[in-house]
């Protein structure tokens, strides 16, 4: 299974410590932080998998740092749980309309808060959580690392691997060279976007089958997505 990447957001630091332990023991790699501010910096140096976000905190709000993230392309579809104290029900429907995905008052469980987050991810980002993807024809295991198409097993490389995957997750979804660069390099890298050129090139004679059409789309001057065919 993937490691799911984690941003914490809680201004109590028994309870981030706490509620980062469970989620590292639950697979998670987790990122915490007690200032919304510096949220709005980490989502934007990498995007998280899911975000965990108290209403009350330090510097920018729970609910305004919910709000850009979800006017930010980059970090516009990232799932968003709330945790907070305010658990009236107008604080509820506030904040959920604001974009968040689910709302937990405190006090709470945490092993449901993880069960939660668990299941969130399995609806938005099913690769992250063990399930098989299918895509037209194609099917990925990412537990096994295997791809078949039409019922014929298919011989990729790790980083196309990678990048079917990320493309699998959002069909439809045309991502630019640079995102896809973030998503399967890492953003620290220092390769050149021309790669991925190079690699999408790859991993279309990877799943190339005689007599069907190439289910990933070039779109100009924009990126690449995958379709099913």
Not at 150 to 171: I, V
Request: aromatic share 4%.
């Amino acid at each position: 299974m993937a490691q799911p990447y984690l941003l914490l957001v809680e201004d109590d630091p028994s309870l981030a410590e706490m509620l980062a332990y469970r989620f590292e023991t639950a697979g998670y790699r987790v990122q915490a932080t007690s200032d919304g501010d510096e949220a709005l910096l980490l989502a934007r140096e990498e995007v998280p998998d899911l975000v965990v976000l108290d209403w009350m905190i330090e510097g920018t709000s729970g609910i305004e740092v919910c709000r850009r993230l979800r006017r930010d392309s980059g970090t516009a579809q990232v799932p968003i749980i709330m945790l907070t104290a305010r658990g009236a029900e107008d604080d509820k429907i506030r904040g959920l309309d604001t974009g968040a995905d689910d709302y937990m008052s405190k006090p709470f469980s945490p092993r449901e808060l993880v069960a939660r987050a668990n299941a969130v991810l399995r609806r938005i980002r099913p690769a992250l959580a063990g399930e098989s993807l299918t895509v037209g024809g194609i099917e990925l295991d990412p537990v096994q690392h295997r791809v078949t198409r039409k019922g014929e097993q298919l011989k990729l490389g790790p980083t196309e691997f990678r990048l079917l995957r990320h493309l699998m997750e959002s069909p439809g979804r045309v991502f630019s060279r640079g995102q896809l660069l973030d998503a399967v390099w890492g953003t620290a890298s220092e390769i050149e976007e021309r790669t991925v050129d190079v690699h999408i090139r790859r991993l279309r004679q990877a799943i190339e089958i005689e007599g069907e059409p190439d289910p990933v789309r070039t779109v100009r001057s924009a990126g690449y997505a995958i379709e099913a065919v």
